[in-house]
Every structure is written in structure tokens, then in C-alpha cells.
């Protein structure tokens, strides 16, 4: 079988030299006979293409390629002031018969690693027809079949950028930094969700409050002088107390902090009254079975166990004893069951700055054994437990007396010492989610307007992989060889596929 399937790579790469000699006319025929033969092979081989080259040169020569091609025809015709119709229907045709193809083969293939390089190829294709919320159910489903894979978390920030989903964005670049297979390209798109910002301004309390917050980190990133940001923490408590803050939204807000403020000691002050903040309301909270708000305060205290920044964290005995002051007000005897998952690390799977270890675990069997909300409250209380024993209060009262408050440091959550201070993690010159939520209000939405697919930056995919952010679909021809008649009803993929494969059988 293994020689079957070298004899069958040699066919393909005589017919890509064919193709790079090839006119535009005979192009066409060669896309079609090489996307013809690479399904083949897939089809049959999934076993010998897990590594998603082959994958990969389907979608770049067969796809990608083509959509650049007619996407230019269209932008040429506007520049000439001439009617575009044509190509755009030429283009619409051609992502449509492409997203027919792809999920026949995501049909037939049970391969989780090619799996989810057709569905971020979906997702791309939904994109170019600006349906942004069917792209990022794809993307979706592709991080959850791949969890490793930095690139899926940057596509769906992509198109929570588009749609001006500032924080979701910003959490799914840095998902994308922090995944197992890094995808660098997202420091530069996450840079510029902060120039996004700038110009914004919102009348509606919650959302003020998220271009506030953003505003501050962003002076911090530019190590601009002390902020006083009582003010916004004061916002921030009221809206808490309103319930207009969903979990899942407050883990996100949590996890760009925590990357950002890994060398940066203003930062890491910011990440402690941001989760004070949060504890300070739940204390002031009538005691129930269930306590709202906590999952996100547990995984910032696992960020400073697993980092190794609990001498740190003693130097803030205030909030040391908010946690401590949280467990016994809520604290009860039952013992939680060691079997059950969090919500919060079904949505953290493949997240590099905490280890939960449930990456290769499979989504569907994370999703059906999750806790239920009152086992899920007595978990993690038991680790508010486990953190505040790690912490020796004597001994960081005692130091904490003796130091004088820093002038950067606006609340009493006072460092005895700075951290090193330098750049946003892999600096450029210049710094730019929602998937399933928690809940409903976990999304802020910033007047959105979409933007125009030809400004969106092209991203350089891993090997194997086109740019992601541009384009590519089946063969209609190059720019001369657009079928005279915009209405022909042949369709791309029954004429590029002989029976053996062809999706309308």
C-alpha cells in the first residue's frame, strides 16, 4: 500500500510541474485533473496524509490560488469603474462549489488531523462570502478537533476582529501564542485590535468599561506613567453586582492579562485587583450552593501555582485574604468527586500558560463528563483551599510593612519588588472572541462594520498550508477565460470529478 501511495504522490507532482508550465487555458484542466487525483488520495491514503501536506496542496493550488485570481479579476473591474457583476458571480460560484466539495470529503473522513484542516478550509471559504458567524462555527470546531493548533485560534480572532468582538479577539490571539504549535503571525493582528480601540467610545456602561480597561493595558504595554484606575474597578464592581458580566467573558479578560503581564510587573497589579474585584463581590453575595464568578478567579490562581509565582503572589496579602475570606464563607464539608472536568477547562484545552493536561482528550468526552454547577462550586473552592496553604501570610505581612507603596501602584495590593520589565511577549513595532459562551451577555459587541476582505492582512500558514487569509477556489479560469455566459450551469466540481468521487452521487 505504502508503494501505491508514493506511485500516486510521483502523479501528482508531474502534474504540478505541468501546471507551473502551463498557459492560462490548460491551467484550468490541470487544476482539475490534480484536485481530482489529490481527493483520491486522501481518500483512500488518510492514514499516510495526517501531516496535511497533501491536504495542504489542495487547498493552495486547487482553492486558494484561483479565488486570488478571481478576486482580482473583480478588484480590477472596479478600478476601471466597470460593472463587476459577472466575476463576482463567477467568484460566489466558485466558494460555493468549493465549500460542496470540502464537506464531501469532511463526510467520508474520519481522520481528526485532516479533519480539521478541511474545516478551517470551510471556515475560510464561509469568510470570502462574509458569512462570519458560519467561518467561526468552523474554526470552532476545528480548534476542538485540534486544540494544539495555534492557527485555529487565530482565525477565529480574525473574525471576532471583523466583527469588533475587542476582548474575544484578543483572547483568541492569545490562545494562538500560546497554543502547542505557536502561531506567531497573531502578535502583529493582536497589536492591532489596540489601534482598533482608540477611536471608539460607547455610551452603554459594560462596554465603556471594556475600551476603558483595554486603554489601560495598553498604556502599560507602552510602559506610559502610573494610571489611576480606581475608577474603572469601581465600574467594574457595580456591573459584576448587576449580573451583566458572564463567566466566560471575565476568563477571557483573565487570560489576555495573564500573557500580557508575564513581563510586565503594572500588568500583573492590574490581573490582581481585576480578580480582588471579582472576590470582593462574591463575598458581599448571599451564600448559595452555587457561586457565580468563581471558575475564572480559581484559573488565575492556577496560572500562579503552575508558574511558579507564588512568592510573588505572597507579597499581596489582601488578596491572599480574599481568597482565604471566600473559601470559609463558602466552604463546605462535602468531598467533589476527582472524575469530573470544569467548564473552564473544556474552553482552556490547548491553553500553554496552564496545564490541565486535556488536550489529547477528545471534546465530545471533556464536554459529557463536566460537573454540574454545585459539584463545579465545591471543586473549586477546594482550590481557593489548596492555594491560600501555599501561602505563608506571617512571613508576606511582615515584609509587606517594611516597604514603601510604589508610585505605579493605584490600590493596596503593593509588590515588594518589580519584575523585569520588558516588551509584550514577542514584540513588534506595532500590538493588535465568542465560541460557545457560559452565557449570553458574554459577548460585547463594539458597532460593528466589516470590513473589506481585501485589507485583512495575508497570514503565512504552517507548512504545508496556503496564507489563510486571502484566497482560492476551484478552476474557473483566468481573467480572459471567464465563461461568456454568467448564467452555465455547470458546476465545478461534478466537471472536476470523474464517478468515483463525485459529491452529487
Given at each position: 500500500?505504502?508503494?501505491?501511495?508514493?506511485?500516486a504522490?510521483?502523479r501528482?507532482?508531474?502534474?504540478?510541474?505541468?501546471?507551473?508550465d502551463?498557459?492560462?487555458?490548460?491551467?484550468?484542466?490541470?487544476?482539475?485533473?490534480?484536485?481530482?487525483?489529490?481527493?483520491?488520495?486522501?481518500?483512500?491514503?488518510?492514514?499516510?496524509?495526517?501531516?496535511?501536506?497533501?491536504?495542504?496542496?489542495?487547498?493552495?493550488?486547487?482553492?486558494?490560488?484561483?479565488?486570488?485570481e478571481?478576486?482580482?479579476?473583480?478588484?480590477?473591474?472596479?478600478?476601471k469603474?466597470?460593472?463587476?457583476?459577472a466575476?463576482?458571480?463567477?467568484?460566489?460560484?466558485?466558494?460555493?462549489?468549493?465549500?460542496?466539495?470540502f464537506?464531501?470529503?469532511?463526510?467520508?473522513?474520519?481522520?481528526?488531523?485532516?479533519?480539521?484542516?478541511?474545516?478551517?478550509?470551510?471556515?475560510?471559504?464561509?469568510?470570502?462570502?462574509?458569512?462570519?458567524?458560519?467561518?467561526?462555527?468552523?474554526?470552532?470546531k476545528?480548534?476542538?478537533?485540534?486544540?494544539?493548533?495555534?492557527?485555529?485560534?487565530?482565525?477565529?480572532?480574525?473574525?471576532?476582529?471583523?466583527?469588533?468582538?475587542?476582548?474575544?479577539?484578543?483572547?483568541?490571539?492569545v490562545?494562538a501564542?500560546?497554543?502547542?504549535?505557536?502561531?506567531?503571525?497573531?502578535?502583529s493582528?493582536?497589536?492591532?485590535?489596540?489601534?482598533?480601540?482608540?477611536?471608539?467610545?460607547?455610551?452603554?456602561?459594560?462596554?465603556?468599561?471594556?475600551?476603558?480597561?483595554?486603554?489601560?493595558?495598553?498604556?502599560?504595554?507602552?510602559?506610559?506613567?502610573?494610571?489611576?484606575?480606581?475608577?474603572v474597578?469601581?465600574?467594574?464592581?457595580?456591573?459584576?453586582?448587576?449580573?451583566?458580566?458572564?463567566?466566560?467573558?471575565?476568563?477571557k479578560?483573565?487570560?489576555?492579562?495573564?500573557?500580557?503581564?508575564?513581563t510586565?510587573?503594572?500588568?500583573?497589579?492590574?490581573?490582581?485587583?481585576?480578580?480582588?474585584?471579582?472576590?470582593?463581590?462574591?463575598?458581599?453575595t448571599?451564600?448559595k450552593?452555587?457561586?457565580?464568578?468563581?471558575?475564572?478567579?480559581?484559573?488565575?490562581l492556577?496560572?500562579?501555582?503552575?508558574?511558579?509565582?507564588?512568592?510573588?503572589a505572597?507579597?499581596?496579602?489582601?488578596?491572599?485574604?480574599?481568597?482565604?475570606?471566600?473559601?470559609?464563607?463558602?466552604?463546605?464539608?462535602?468531598?467533589?468527586?476527582?472524575?469530573?472536568?470544569?467548564?473552564?477547562?473544556?474552553?482552556?484545552?490547548?491553553f500553554?500558560?496552564?496545564?490541565?493536561k486535556?488536550?489529547?482528550?477528545?471534546?465530545?468526552?471533556?464536554?459529557?463528563?463536566?460537573?454540574?454547577?454545585?459539584?463545579?462550586?465545591?471543586?473549586?473552592?477546594?482550590?481557593?483551599?489548596?492555594?491560600?496553604?501555599?501561602?505563608?501570610?506571617?512571613d508576606?505581612?511582615?515584609?509587606?510593612?517594611?516597604?514603601?507603596?510604589?508610585?505605579?501602584?493605584?490600590?493596596?495590593?503593593?509588590?515588594?519588588?518589580?519584575?523585569d520589565?520588558?516588551?509584550?511577549?514577542?514584540?513588534?513595532?506595532d500590538?493588535?472572541?465568542?465560541?460557545?459562551?457560559?452565557?449570553?451577555?458574554d459577548?460585547?459587541?463594539?458597532?460593528?462594520?466589516?470590513?473589506?476582505?481585501?485589507?485583512?492582512?495575508?497570514?503565512s500558514?504552517p507548512?504545508?498550508?496556503?496564507?489563510?487569509?486571502?484566497?482560492?477556489?476551484?478552476?474557473?479560469?483566468?481573467?480572459?477565460?471567464?465563461?461568456?455566459?454568467?448564467?452555465?450551469?455547470?458546476?465545478?466540481?461534478?466537471?472536476?470529478?470523474?464517478?468515483?468521487i463525485?459529491?452529487?452521487?
Amino acid at each position: 500500500m505504502e508503494a501505491e501511495y508514493k506511485a500516486a504522490l510521483n502523479r501528482i507532482d508531474v502534474l504540478e510541474n505541468q501546471l507551473s508550465d502551463a498557459d492560462s487555458k490548460n491551467r484550468y484542466k490541470i487544476r482539475e485533473k490534480l484536485c481530482e487525483k489529490i481527493a483520491e488520495i486522501v481518500l483512500k491514503y488518510p492514514h499516510f496524509c495526517v501531516d496535511g501536506v497533501l491536504v495542504g496542496k489542495l487547498w493552495t493550488i486547487c482553492f486558494y490560488k484561483r479565488i486570488g485570481e478571481l478576486r482580482l479579476q473583480v478588484s480590477k473591474c472596479k478600478k476601471k469603474m466597470k460593472s463587476a457583476a459577472a466575476e463576482e458571480k463567477a467568484l460566489q460560484k466558485f466558494i460555493g462549489d468549493g465549500m460542496i466539495f470540502f464537506k464531501f470529503l469532511l463526510e467520508r473522513l474520519e481522520t481528526p488531523e485532516i479533519k480539521y484542516r478541511l474545516m478551517l478550509n470551510l471556515g475560510d471559504l464561509c469568510r470570502y462570502s462574509s458569512d462570519n458567524k458560519k467561518a467561526e462555527e468552523f474554526y470552532l470546531k476545528a480548534s476542538n478537533l485540534a486544540p494544539k493548533s495555534g492557527i485555529c485560534y487565530n482565525q477565529i480572532a480574525v473574525v471576532n476582529q471583523l466583527n469588533k468582538y475587542y476582548i474575544n479577539s484578543l483572547y483568541y490571539y492569545v490562545r494562538a501564542l500560546t497554543a502547542t504549535e505557536k502561531f506567531e503571525f497573531a502578535k502583529s493582528n493582536m497589536k492591532r485590535v489596540f489601534d482598533d480601540i482608540r477611536s471608539q467610545s460607547e455610551t452603554e456602561r459594560t462596554k465603556q468599561f471594556i475600551l476603558d480597561l483595554l486603554g489601560i493595558m495598553e498604556k502599560y504595554i507602552k510602559r506610559e506613567a502610573a494610571i489611576d484606575y480606581r475608577h474603572v474597578m469601581k465600574d467594574f464592581s457595580d456591573i459584576l453586582k448587576s449580573k451583566n458580566f458572564g463567566e466566560f467573558l471575565l476568563l477571557k479578560i483573565n487570560v489576555v492579562l495573564m500573557y500580557l503581564s508575564s513581563t510586565n510587573v503594572d500588568l500583573f497589579n492590574l490581573l490582581i485587583d481585576f480578580n480582588g474585584a471579582i472576590l470582593d463581590v462574591i463575598i458581599s453575595t448571599e451564600v448559595k450552593k452555587i457561586v457565580k464568578y468563581l471558575g475564572p478567579v480559581v484559573v488565575f490562581l492556577d496560572f500562579i501555582i503552575q508558574n511558579n509565582l507564588v512568592e510573588k503572589a505572597e507579597k499581596y496579602c489582601n488578596f491572599v485574604e480574599k481568597v482565604k475570606s471566600v473559601h470559609k464563607k463558602y466552604s463546605v464539608s462535602s468531598e467533589a468527586p476527582t472524575n469530573l472536568f470544569l467548564k473552564e477547562h473544556l474552553h482552556l484545552r490547548g491553553f500553554g500558560l496552564i496545564g490541565y493536561k486535556l488536550d489529547d482528550l477528545e471534546y465530545e468526552f471533556v464536554l459529557k463528563n463536566l460537573a454540574s454547577e454545585e459539584v463545579s462550586t465545591v471543586i473549586r473552592l477546594n482550590r481557593l483551599k489548596n492555594f491560600y496553604t501555599l501561602i505563608n501570610l506571617e512571613d508576606s505581612l511582615a515584609v509587606e510593612m517594611d516597604i514603601s507603596p510604589k508610585e505605579h501602584v493605584i490600590f493596596d495590593n503593593k509588590p515588594v519588588e518589580s519584575m523585569d520589565v520588558d516588551k509584550i511577549p514577542g514584540e513588534t513595532k506595532d500590538p493588535v472572541g465568542d465560541d460557545e459562551s457560559f452565557e449570553d451577555d458574554d459577548v460585547i459587541v463594539f458597532k460593528p462594520e466589516q470590513q473589506p476582505l481585501q485589507q485583512q492582512k495575508i497570514i503565512s500558514p504552517p507548512p504545508g498550508f496556503a496564507p489563510i487569509t486571502t484566497i482560492n477556489p476551484f478552476l474557473l479560469q483566468p481573467e480572459d477565460d471567464i465563461p461568456a455566459n454568467p448564467e452555465d450551469p455547470m458546476n465545478v466540481v461534478g466537471m472536476l470529478f470523474g464517478g468515483s468521487i463525485n459529491p452529487f452521487i
